[in-house]
């Protein structure tokens, strides 16, 4: 088995919604899909439940489920799925927030990837982060274009974070964290946007005709997570 390797692929949220403008069809059901359709019909079709009873469906959760591990057991939250997979250790007593770079007018979320900002760009106002936020008690790791890393000191498993690709066109102020501790992000995400309306990098993204990146959004925190190797 040491040679053997398996692709598992998952397009997530392909099934989509019905629309209006494809006679109430999703999108899939539209879309050309000769390999997809090969794949079934030469392969086994079934159903399998990857979000257990109670937990909240969302990819992070079902990714565990289709690899073989138990969320149940095993899942600590997203900020530390995504953390390992950057290879950023998180300390005992330390939890790990993502949070995206995204564009805002102010009062709402505009663009929770602030135009899919690319890997180049979003490393200069992740640098800045660093440059501006020195308190010990927090740290920044850039990922992935509009995708990256924060460690905070203590406990915030109660604290409700609300995705921000769940909230384009609502007002911020009804989305903002909640409950104990939540100040703490929401002063750092306050301070994101005094620092990024300053910044130069900002003026060229509008010269270029892209949208500007006005703060960052943190959520899916997470804890220490430990998986058994394969």
Known sequence: MADFKVAVLVPDGASDIPC???????????????NMDKIARQGCVGLAR?????MTAGSDVA??????YDPR???????SIEAASMGVRVPDGWSAFRFNLVSTDGERMLDYSAGHIDDRDASNFVDVLKREITEKEIKFFQGKSYRHIMLLKG????????PPHDITGRLLKEQLPRGNNSEVLT??????????????????????????????WIWG??????LEPF
């Open 73 to 79: 057991l095993y899942y600590r939250g997203r900020g």
């Open 63 to 68: 990714n565990l489920s289709l690899l073989g």
């Open 20 to 34: 209006e403008e494809l006679d109430m069809r999703t999108p899939l059901e539209v879309a050309r899909t000769p």
């Open 187 to 216: 002063r750092v995400m306050e301070r994101s946007r005094e620092i990024f309306s300053k910044f130069e990098a900002n003026r060229a993204r509008k010269e270029r005709g892209l949208p500007p990146v006005d703060m960052i």
């Open 221 to 226: 925190q997470g804890t220490k997570m430990e």
């Open 50 to 54: 990857t979000i257990p009873e109670g």
């Open 155 to 162: 406990d915030f498993s109660g604290v409700k974070c609300i």
